[in-house]
Structure formats: C-alpha cells, structure tokens
C-alpha cells in the first residue's frame, strides 16, 4: 500500500520562484492536512481539508495557497518564495478522529 | 501562541531513569493523540486517548489523559536508548492540531 505520498523530496527554489508541493493519499481519506516542520520544533499547521472542495486556513497560511478537486490529491502552493519558507512539510490524511497517516516529507530550502 | 503546550522541550537522560512528558491547553479535547517521530520520517501514532480520566500502557509507556480533557501525560519507565525521538501530542477541536513536541534523547 502507498499510502501518503509526498513529491519532490528535496527541492532548492531562489527567493521570488513558486512551485506545487504535491500529495496523494490512496486511503480514501476525507481528511487532509500540510503542515511546516522548522529545525527542532512542532508541526504548524498551513491548511487542511474535511473532503473535496472544501479547505481551511489553518496556523500559518500566508504565503501558501491548496486545492482539493478529488478526494486524493492535495497540492500546496507557495507563491514567491521566501526565505522564511524554508522547512520541511509535511503532508497527512486521516479518517476524522483517528490516525493520521504522514507522508515521508518535502525538504524545501529557499535561497 | 500554540494550542497545545508540551513540557519539557527537551530532556536528556541516562538508559534506565523514568520521565514523564506533558501536554497541555486551555481547550477541551474529544480526544488526543500521542506521535513519535524519528529523525527524516513523518510522525507515527503512539496512542489515542478519549475518555477523561482514561489510562492507556504501551509496554513501558503510560499515557493519562485528564479527567477534564485538556491536558494529556507521557510517563516512560525505564527508557531505553531507542527512546529516543521527538513527542508529540496532537488534538482535535477541529483541525488536527500538534503540540511543539519534547525532543528526548536516552544516553547509554
């Protein structure tokens, strides 16, 4: 089973570029989450998603934006990158109240 | 401000001491959950807590979740070098929420 997958895995982008952070879950989850992990901290939470069609700002969002046209794919966007955005992400799903499934991460350095 | 406060931030100890880790908030919680996570992998769920009051054991791991459902405990007994890791409690009055996490390293 895949379960959560996160693509790229590493990535570098100069100040100012944009990319998509992508995630799909093959676990038929409504549940969807990203969050940043800085060095040595907790998670944040950016944004999150109850089902397709629906998402919610959650921690931290600015500068970030997602979608969630199907149930398994959730893409995080970052516009203009900053510096402050270097982290690693992390994207879950989870059936409500129950375990959440994380995938294997994105290192994001902005230089 | 975090929802959800974890004390200690960190905590070195030796192989064979015991610990205890606390999480807590001012919000009530329908449950919380335990994470550990490993240096370069996503967080891996310990245990699920529901009840006020309720008392759950993972081999040498006591989790307590308190009787008013806004704090949670992470007792260690024993601990062993592969203890080692990074805590986390997470909660749910919405979105799935995380504590900032005790990052524990057992000495042998």
């Known amino acids: 089973n895949a379960g959560v997958t996160q693509t790229p895995k590493f990535r570098i982008l100069k100040i100012g570029q944009s990319m998509t952070l992508q995630c799909t879950q093959d676990m038929n989850h409504n549940y969807m989450y990203w969050y940043r992990q800085d060095p040595g901290m907790g998670l944040k939470l950016i944004y999150y998603?109850?089902?397709?069609?629906?998402?919610d700002k959650g921690e931290v969002p600015n500068g970030y934006n997602v979608s969630r046209s199907t149930t398994e794919d959730f893409p995080l966007r970052l516009e203009l990158a900053a510096p402050s955005q270097t982290s690693v992400y992390f994207c879950?799903?989870?059936?409500?109240?129950?375990?959440?499934?994380f995938g294997q991460g994105t290192r994001l350095t902005v230089v | 401000t975090q929802l959800l406060e974890q004390s200690p931030q960190f905590l070195s100890i030796q192989e064979g001491e015991n610990l205890t880790v606390y999480c807590n908030s001012s919000?009530?919680?329908?449950?919380l959950q335990w994470y550990r996570q490993e240096p370069g992998e996503g967080p891996v769920l310990l245990v699920t807590v529901v009840t006020g009051g309720e008392v759950k054991k993972l081999k040498r791991l006591t989790f307590q979740f308190g009787d008013a459902r806004k704090d949670s405990s992470l007792h260690i007994t024993a601990a062993q070098t592969g203890d080692t890791g990074l805590y986390l409690c997470?909660?749910?009055?919405?979105?799935?929420?995380f504590g900032g996490g005790t990052r524990l390293m057992v000495k042998p």
């Open positions: 879950a799903s989870m059936v409500a109240n129950t375990e959440a499934f």
């Open positions: 919000s009530v919680f329908s449950s």
């Open positions: 998603s109850v089902g397709a069609g629906i998402t």
């Open positions: 997470a909660g749910a009055p919405g979105a799935l929420t």
